[in-house]
């Protein structure tokens, strides 16, 4: 059985930093993109960032999170940096084995249980 259990995030004031990271119990972590998707009250899910061969990063979000990946550890992170009042919502942590859709909640597999992310000014 497929898991991605999520830790981090919480409460941080405006221009702070915060680190999710996800850790899943795929064999075959390395063959799988993985991605971050958030989403706000009232609003859709969102994608933010993605890996595999290649990184991909909301507009909203470049130049401020990274996201990385140790397969080693079967784990992906998410760094958050420069954080504004915006970027308050639930983070989710995603895994396609696919590799196609990798900006649409469609193209992933299996997702985490999602983290609160706080941002106040």
């Known amino acids: 059985q497929v898991q991605l259990v999520e830790s981090g995030g919480g409460l941080q004031q405006v221009g702070g930093s915060l680190r999710h990271s996800c850790a899943a119990s795929?064999?075959?972590?390395?063959?799988?993109?993985m991605g971050w998707f958030r989403q706000a009250p009232g609003k859709e899910r969102e994608f933010v960032a993605a890996?595999?061969?290649?990184?991909y990063y909301a507009d909203s979000v470049k130049g401020r999170f990274t996201i990385s990946r140790d397969n080693a550890k079967n784990t992906v992170y998410l760094q958050m940096n420069s954080l504004k009042p915006e970027d308050t919502a639930v983070y989710y942590c995603?895994?396609?084995?696919?590799?196609?859709?990798?900006?649409?909640?469609?193209?992933?597999?299996?997702w985490g249980q999602g983290t609160q992310v706080t941002v106040s000014s």
């Open positions: 795929i064999p075959t972590f390395s063959s799988y993109a």
């Open positions: 995603a895994a396609s084995r696919m590799a196609v859709l990798l900006r649409d909640p469609r193209g992933y597999d299996y």
């Open positions: 890996l595999r061969d290649s990184v």
